[in-house]
């Protein structure tokens, strides 16, 4: 079964990387961006039987720091 988990920075958190971004597309001639936030998109391949339990405790362990993090679980 595949699984695409969706990481992204909790609101309030700074994000440095996105600053970066609207600062090039700004140079870039791009006006008017504003609040870009980066995040990571992780792809699993995992076994049918594989619980949702067991997926949730691999985000909170290594996928996601879930002190500043946010993560959602997309099975296809």
């Known amino acids: 079964m595949k699984l695409t988990i969706h990481v992204t920075l909790k609101s309030g958190v700074l994000d440095p990387q996105g600053k970066a971004i609207e600062h090039a597309l700004s140079g870039l001639g791009f006006a008017g961006v504003h609040g870009a936030r980066v995040g990571k998109l992780i792809e699993l391949e995992v076994d049918d039987g594989t619980s949702d ?24």
Not at 53 to 76: G, P, S
Request: proline share 0%.
């Open 53 to 76: 339990a067991d997926v949730d405790a691999m985000c909170r362990k290594l996928l996601a720091n879930t002190v500043i993090e946010n993560y959602r679980i997309q099975r296809a």
